[in-house]
């Protein structure tokens, strides 16, 4: 992992983990590509949840600052009561199954985004979704979908959480007052479609979901081809574990910052750039990719 150092200190470096206001981040999607330029990263990827709406705004905007923009995606998983997140490279953005299956799940989202609030009404919290798509300041496109960080910052705005982590701890994290995951495909059934697409599936921050023998079983029963071993909420020991992992198990090893912008002047998950791998890696995607083609 090499962590920020300057304008040319991140030459060579890709992030391979942003979000774009394709889904929950802050930014449209050229603007992760400038912000990556000005960091002195030699590529960066987009990978929104769901959606692959905002790849070809990024892919023009990389040609105009000589940066490589990798076409991803995260899909939403669950796997033994915990949701887990599997991002694919290189996937064809324009592949109509593979694009049916993403509506699906952003209904999927549309649906816990309404029990989500519902269950925020039921504790006294007076929020609508009207409310939440006001606050964008802008239309969401068809292809494009609210998440858990644009309730959180209308839960701000009420006064019902001092700021995104708040809001998260006390409502909207796994196991928190209003947290709701809804039945959702599994992490195979995730592998499958990237690969399908011509895409390689790479298990997202592992870490985060504190269940080792889980991310074992997963690595097991699919089709992964990577892991995230590093990332903004991965502690060192964390990175050299799952590094550990994907060497045991023949696996490449990707990270990202996990970029979303910054919302009431605080950076969640991590600066874009912030967590960076060699941009070779971007090679090995690629092949993987292509193996299977």
């Known amino acids: ?26 930014q449209p999607p050229a603007e992760n590509v400038r912000i990556a ?34 076409p991803g995606v995260e899909i939403s998983t669950r796997a033994e009561g915990k949701e887990i997140h599997v991002l694919g490279y290189y996937i064809d953005t324009e592949q109509e199954q593979f694009l049916s299956r993403l509506a699906a799940q952003r209904d999927t989202r549309a649906a816990r985004n309404e029990a989500i609030l519902a269950r925020l009404r039921e504790l006294g919290i007076d929020i609508t979704l009207e409310q939440v798509l006001a606050n964008l300041g802008r239309a969401l496109k068809p292809d494009e979908s609210i998440g858990r960080p644009h309730i959180a910052d209308e839960l701000v705005r009420l006064g019902a959480a001092a700021d995104m982590r708040d809001a998260f701890d006390k409502y909207l994290a796994e196991g928190a007052a209003a947290y709701v995951s809804p039945p959702r495909i599994t992490p195979e059934e995730a592998c499958e479609w990237i690969i399908e697409a011509g895409g390689t599936p790479v ?31 991965h502690s060192p020991e964390d990175a050299a574990r799952y590094t550990a992992m994907a060497q045991q198990y023949g696996l490449l090893v990707t990270g990202g910052s996990d970029f979303h912008g910054a919302r009431q002047g605080i950076i969640f998950h991590g600066d874009l750039g912030s967590v960076s791998v060699p941009a070779d890696v971007l090679k090995q995607l690629r092949d993987a990719a292509g193996d299977r083609r």
Do not use: C, N
């Open 1 to 26: 992992m090499l962590k920020e150092t300057g304008r040319t200190g991140l030459l060579g470096y890709a992030d391979l983990h942003t979000h774009t206001q394709a889904s929950d981040g802050m």
């Open 37 to 70: 330029f000005d960091k002195g990263l030699s590529a960066v990827a987009i990978t929104d949840h769901d959606t692959v709406s905002g790849v070809a705004e990024a892919l023009e905007a990389g040609r105009k600052y000589g940066i490589t923009v990798v």
């Open 203 to 233: 298990l997202a921050h592992p870490g985060i979901y504190g269940d080792d023998e889980l991310v074992r079983g997963i690595i097991a029963r699919s089709g992964l081809r990577g892991i995230e071993a590093h990332h903004s909420d």
